[in-house]
């Protein structure tokens, strides 16, 4: 079955960096796009950047110009780079992957957690 292992979440100071990881084991059939989300405490989940299977990304304007989403060649890895974190960026990270049709697989997320 397919598994979606989320990691490198953790504590950082603004202005840090940090470089989020989801492993993908199993097969998925029409996978339309991978990306990440995130949900802040009180708030619902949001997009952070997406990523097709062309190769096309997509950002959510918050994070534009700071945060990197990319994938190994055998797109089994996804990765989030995150750079001049802010403390609005503290929220569990999940990793996601979307089917044609309409199928969404989720990581167990990931804790950012950037102190002012």
């Known amino acids: 079955q397919v598994q979606l292992v989320d990691s490198g979440g953790g504590l950082v100071q603004a202005g840090g960096s940090l470089r989020l990881s989801c492993a993908r084991s199993g097969s998925i059939f029409g996978e339309r796009a991978m990306g990440w989300y995130r949900q802040a405490p009180g708030k619902q989940r949001e997009l952070v950047a997406t990523i097709t299977s062309a190769g096309s990304t997509n950002y959510a304007d918050s994070v534009k110009g700071r945060f990197t989403i990319s994938r190994d060649n055998a797109k089994t890895t996804l990765y989030l780079q995150m750079n001049s974190l802010k403390p609005g960026d503290t929220a569990v990270y999940y990793c996601?992957?979307?089917?044609?049709?309409?199928?969404?697989?989720w990581g167990q997320g990931t804790q950012v957690t950037v102190s002012s």
């Open positions: 996601n992957v979307h089917t044609w049709g309409d199928t969404n697989y």
